[in-house]
């Protein structure tokens, strides 16, 4: 981990980012805070729809706005993300925050890629579903929001340590 860390902090972003202005830092954390605003905003509705929270809203009616506004945040935070790290990679070795997030985060994925392979997901716009379909669904949607929650409250932390 040093090695790669000790690697993005000496690339080419690591130099623009720490010799570009005493402002860069704090606008890319700002995009970066504003994209994870996105991601969480729309990852929460959504997911709360899947735990049966307002039921009487076709889940197809959210799903395709909170997707898209989900996964441009996620590219936006990887994105302003990288940056923020290349400044000073090799201080984050240590932090255990960082070591929480990450596997967060890689989580997340994982259940998002597992959540768009089920047959319930794919059909949900076009049939309904069944109850079993739904509680199915439900676990994804719990799951998601503990990933996110603990990323955006490990990325919190990694500051304070
Ligand atoms: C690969 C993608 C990402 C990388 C490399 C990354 C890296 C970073 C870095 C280096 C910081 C600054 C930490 C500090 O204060 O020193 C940060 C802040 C933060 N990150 Fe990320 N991040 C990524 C994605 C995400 C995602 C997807 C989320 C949420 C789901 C997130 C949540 C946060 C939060 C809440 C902060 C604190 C912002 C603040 O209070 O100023 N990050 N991130």
Request: aromatic residues 12%; hydrophobic residues 55%.
């Amino acid at each position: 981990m040093h090695d790669l860390l000790a690697w993005l902090e000496a690339s080419l972003i690591g130099h623009a980012m720490r010799g570009s202005g005493v402002w860069t830092y704090g606008v890319v954390n700002l995009f970066h805070i504003l994209s994870i605003a996105s991601l969480f905003g729309s990852i929460l509705l959504l997911d709360l729809r899947l735990l049966g929270v307002w039921r009487n809203i076709p889940l197809a009616a959210i799903s395709t706005p909170c997707v898209t506004v989900g996964a441009w945040g996620f590219v936006v935070a990887t994105l302003t993300g990288i940056g923020l790290l290349a400044t000073k990679a090799t201080e984050y070795q240590s932090n255990p925050f960082f070591y929480i997030k990450i596997p967060a985060i890689l989580l997340g994925l994982v259940n998002v890629a597992a959540l768009s392979r089920l047959p319930a997901w794919k059909q949900h716009r076009t049939r309904e579903l069944s109850a079993a379909e739904q509680s199915k669904l439900a676990v994804y949607g719990g799951i998601s929001l503990a990933c996110w929650f603990t990323a955006i409250a490990a990325g919190r932390m990694v500051g304070y340590w």
